[in-house]
């Protein structure tokens, strides 16, 4: 959610709250919608218009909900809505009705929801199972005002699994103390203190709540002044306990995003690994750890009340640096791939994994070539047409390796695995259009290596026409990024520049389209 707010979009929120909270279809034409240029084939976007952060991630009664930042009458940011997907698999999604409207406490910004399983609200009259979505109001008028108090929480109720809701009539249920940034409350139901929690940002850094009915609020504790990347605004929490791989130990995990203050600029997701006893999270981390060195994960959070426990991820796959500027006509933005969260342990350090969720491999039907190995000081040039919408994925020890995606126009998208400076180095200054936004194509990403141990890890890319996601050694390294070529990319160049480790298993997977 972004932190700059235009105010010419005032005149347009009056429009905006004086629709009717009804269903609002967009304007497409079935014929050419998930064809147009750029547009992404097994990522989550739009049917039109713009989109920004993930909302209200939750799952109940077979169907995982997606709520997202949502615009529906322009590609550019303006007054917020929350936009609706459902999935019964996190693959493939059915687009349905904008959720909530503004009204006159403000535009609808970012937040979780929970299914209030024991009806702690009382909004269930005759046996229903509530769900409670739980979000921030900005109210363009104290904005303008120069107020600092003009955000404010809400939360509206679902008894129909989503299909429609109604706001509270006691809204806001937590009014600004007088917080500039004030906003995007994560909820969930903590057991050991029974009770609900919230997770909120507080310019640049964490307030915790809890609640017995989502209803009436009290202040807990802050967390982060002095802890964390604190080149921007905190924004996007999200708090939950996580096993440490192969160990019967449980850590607290908080997410926060930043913008600015990212590592390769921009907006970025750092997380703190700690302990929280219902009333304060602590942790002893003395420096930032970042969940993904890309330039295009942001806002990201987890779902709520999964069938197995498993925490899953979505970030919104973008930068506020040229979010407003990509080249794309009928809608702006997609989701990043979901993804499974995990902890490990490395020596005395702690560190958060994300990698893409197993039903993902379901859309990789199409063999396009596989068992290829690339020998130590060996190159390998493959020429395959589909790659764009592909997963490439190969195993090494090799310390050293360059991988090159190419297209008839002489665009490319390369990277570099450097152990020697610790790095892993994501370039796309040459890999299509990156003119529109001058800070999009204008240096190397980087992404330090700590350690890759002593025995062969995993390299998994998932290239859709406008994305590229990385994950090394099962998501211990991640980055993502936009890109934009001009033409398909249909060349693979493999060069493995290590003198002992071969590059093996090299196999390359179409990805089916999900609409």
């Known amino acids: 959610m972004k932190n700059i707010i235009f105010l010419s979009f005032v005149l347009v929120l009056l429009h905006a709250c004086k629709q009717s909270e009804q269903n609002k279809e967009p304007a497409v034409t079935p014929s050419t919608l998930y064809s147009e240029m750029y547009r992404p084939q097994y990522h989550f976007s739009p049917e039109e218009k713009w989109m920004n952060d993930p909302n209200g991630l939750v799952y109940h009664e077979g169907v995982y909900h997606l709520f997202y930042q949502f615009y529906p009458d322009?590609?550019?940011?303006?007054?917020?809505?929350?936009?609706?997907?459902?999935?019964?698999?996190?693959?493939?999604?059915?687009?349905?009705?904008?959720?909530?409207?503004?009204?006159?406490?403000?535009?609808?910004?970012?937040?979780?929801?929970v299914v209030d399983h024991n009806n702690t609200s009382g909004f269930a009259k005759n046996g229903e199972t509530p769900l409670i979505a739980i979000f921030t109001y900005h109210l363009m008028e104290g904005e303008k005002a120069g107020r600092n108090d003009f955000q404010t929480q809400g939360i509206a109720y679902s008894l129909d699994n989503g299909e429609t809701w109604s706001k509270y009539e006691g809204n806001p249920?937590?009014?600004?103390?007088?917080?500039?940034?004030?906003?995007?409350?994560?909820?969930?139901?903590?057991?050991?203190?029974?009770?609900?929690?919230?997770?909120?940002?507080?310019?640049?850094?964490?307030?915790?709540?809890?609640?017995?009915?989502?209803k009436q609020w009290k202040y807990l504790s802050d967390f982060g002044r002095?802890?964390?990347?604190?080149?921007?605004?905190?924004?996007?929490?999200?708090?939950?306990?996580?096993?440490?791989?192969?160990?019967?130990?449980?850590?607290?995990?908080?997410?926060?995003?930043?913008?600015?203050g990212a590592p390769n600029g921009g907006s970025g997701t750092q997380y703190f690994i700690g302990e929280f006893d219902g009333k304060r999270f602590v942790s002893d981390q003395k420096k930032p750890k970042w969940l993904d060195y890309g330039t295009d994960n942001y806002a990201g959070v987890t779902y709520n009340n999964t069938p197995s426990n498993e925490r899953i991820f979505i970030g919104w796959m973008s930068n506020w640096d040229y979010a407003r500027d990509t080249p794309t006509e009928k809608w702006r933005s997609a989701m990043t791939l979901p993804r499974s969260l995990s902890l490990r342990k490395e020596g005395d350090e702690f560190f958060l994994l994300n990698y893409p969720l197993g039903t993902i491999d379901t859309l990789a039907k199409n063999v396009l070539t596989n068992g290829i190995t690339v020998p130590a000081g060996g190159k390998e040039k493959l020429?395959?047409?589909?790659?764009?919408?592909?997963?490439?994925?190969?195993?090494?020890?090799?310390?050293?390796?360059?991988?090159?995606?190419?297209?008839?126009?002489?665009?490319?998208?390369?990277?570099?695995?450097?152990?020697?400076?610790?790095?892993?180095?994501?370039?796309?200054?040459?890999?299509?259009?990156?003119?529109?936004?001058?800070?999009?194509?204008?240096?190397?990403?980087?992404?330090?290596?700590?350690?890759?141990?002593?025995?062969?890890?995993?390299?998994?890319?998932?290239?859709?026409?406008?994305?590229?996601?990385?994950?090394?050694?099962?998501?211990?390294?991640?980055?993502?990024?936009?890109?934009?070529?001009?033409?398909?990319y249909n060349q693979l160049i493999i060069e493995n520049k290590d003198s002992a480790s071969e590059i093996s298993n090299l196999s390359i997977n179409k990805m089916d389209s999900i609409w």
């Open 74 to 113: 322009d590609t550019v940011w303006g007054p917020m809505h929350w936009g609706h997907a459902v999935s019964e698999d996190m693959v493939h999604w059915e687009h349905k009705p904008i959720a909530l409207y503004p009204d006159e406490n403000g535009l609808i910004f970012s937040g979780s929801a």
């Open 173 to 214: 249920v937590i009014k600004n103390p007088g917080i500039r940034d004030f906003r995007d409350p994560k909820v969930f139901w903590h057991d050991e203190s029974e009770q609900w929690i919230m997770a909120l940002v507080a310019g640049d850094y964490a307030k915790f709540y809890a609640s017995a009915d989502l």
């Open 226 to 260: 002095y802890q964390g990347a604190h080149g921007g605004v905190w924004e996007c929490p999200d708090l939950f306990s996580l096993s440490v791989e192969g160990t019967d130990e449980e850590k607290w995990v908080l997410i926060i995003s930043i913008n600015p």
């Open 383 to 488: 020429r395959i047409e589909g790659i764009n919408q592909s997963e490439i994925s190969f195993n090494t020890q090799s310390k050293d390796f360059k991988v090159t995606f190419q297209n008839e126009e002489g665009e490319s998208l390369e990277m570099v695995m450097d152990f020697k400076n610790e790095a892993f180095l994501l370039d796309r200054m040459k890999s299509g259009k990156v003119d529109f936004q001058s800070e999009f194509g204008n240096k190397k990403h980087h992404m330090p290596i700590e350690d890759l141990g002593e025995v062969p890890y995993e390299v998994k890319i998932y290239l859709d026409w406008s994305s590229v996601e990385v994950f090394i050694d099962k998501g211990r390294y991640v980055m993502t990024q936009q890109i934009f070529p001009t033409l398909p």
